[in-house]
């Protein structure tokens, strides 16, 4: 779960969407719950125009900043051991460190599994056919093409509109 924010350019009312995933898989043309207005917000991304978000497909990812943290782990935990045993002090950034490097190490442990089981890709394929439900509106088309969006082509009806490429 993921929290975000924006302002509405049009009323200036802060729209707050607690529930958006991750990833913010959604329409990048935000409704101001307020005025009513439309406006764009382009950290979201419509699965079905843009692709999902690299860090869902990609195991290897994960794989490399895991071993990373857990190298870092071990070169602080070194580290710890050299000062507690030889200079006898140890600092709060040191037991810090400790405690976020196998966190996170175990985080991106557990992130490279569900792509590599498949889970990741069930999830995305839930969020490509809200996406691809979302893109059944011909106005939500027209408006993404408004603002720049390169929409497939069997996305747009009767294939008059060219988009370029
Ligand atoms: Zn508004």
């Not at 207005?37 to 692709?51: F, L, S, T």
């Not at 690299?54 to 497909?57: E, N, W």
């Not at 590599?116 to 990741?120: I, V």
């Not at 069997?154 to 490429?165: L, M, R, V």
């Given at each position: 779960m993921t929290y975000s924010e924006n302002k509405c350019p049009h009323c200036g009312k802060m729209n707050r969407d607690f529930f958006c995933n991750t990833w913010m898989y959604g329409s990048p043309i935000r409704v101001c719950k307020k005025c009513g207005?439309?406006?764009?917000?382009?950290?979201?991304?419509?699965?079905?125009?843009?692709?999902f978000d690299?860090?869902?497909?990609d195991p290897d990812l994960y794989k490399n900043v895991g071993l990373i943290c857990a190298a870092l782990f071990i070169l602080v935990l070194v580290w710890y051991r050299f000062t507690t045993r030889n200079l006898g002090y140890y600092s709060n950034y040191?037991?810090?460190?400790?405690?976020?490097f196998p966190i996170a190490a175990v985080g991106c442990l557990i992130q490279y599994f569900r792509i590599?089981?498949?889970?990741?890709q069930k999830e995305n394929e839930k969020y490509l056919a809200e996406s691809e439900e979302r893109l059944k509106d011909k106005q939500y088309v027209a408006d993404l093409i408004a603002n720049g969006y390169k929409v497939l082509e069997?996305?747009?009806?009767?294939?008059?509109?060219?988009?370029?490429?």
């Open positions: 207005g439309k406006y764009m917000d382009r950290r979201y991304r419509e699965p079905a125009v843009q692709g690299p860090r869902t497909t040191q037991v810090a460190m400790l405690i976020m590599k089981s498949g889970k990741m069997k996305y747009i009806d009767n294939g008059g509109q060219d988009n370029g490429e």
